[in-house]
């Protein structure tokens, strides 16, 4: 079984920073990619940014030059460096992990992210 956990959310004025991490455990294939979604409520789960573990990276267009994904080599642990937040940037992030090899992947239980005065 495998377990995905966020944390580092909270409350951040508009143009502040904030930084998300996500790690996973148990049973991970070699090959996986790990992204961020964000979900409002009464909206659909949006995609923001992933993360192959061999690098590959991609954006949702509105946070490009904000928003900057990493990863840790070796491990399946990833973060989301926030900066320049925008009021539009509130939302549950959740974390995900995808085995393409196995064919499934897994959620995290999400972290409230609020910008806000």
């Known amino acids: 079984q495998v377990h995905v956990v966020e944390s580092g959310g909270g409350l951040v004025q508009p143009g502040g920073s904030l930084r998300l991490s996500c790690g996973a455990s148990?049973?991970?294939?070699?090959?996986?990619?790990m992204s961020w979604h964000r979900q409002v409520p009464g909206e659909q789960r949006e995609f923001v940014a992933s993360i192959t573990n061999g690098g590959t990276i991609n954006y949702r267009d509105s946070v490009k030059g904000r928003f900057t994904i990493s990863k840790e080599e070796g491990k399946p642990t990833v973060a989301l460096q926030m900066n320049s937040m925008k009021p539009e940037d509130t939302a549950v992030y959740y974390c995900?992990?995808?085995?393409?090899?196995?064919?499934?992947?897994?959620w995290g239980q999400g972290t409230q992210v609020t910008v806000s005065s």
């Open positions: 995900f992990l995808y085995m393409e090899v196995l064919g499934y992947g897994v």
């Open positions: 148990g049973r991970i294939s070699r090959d996986y990619a």
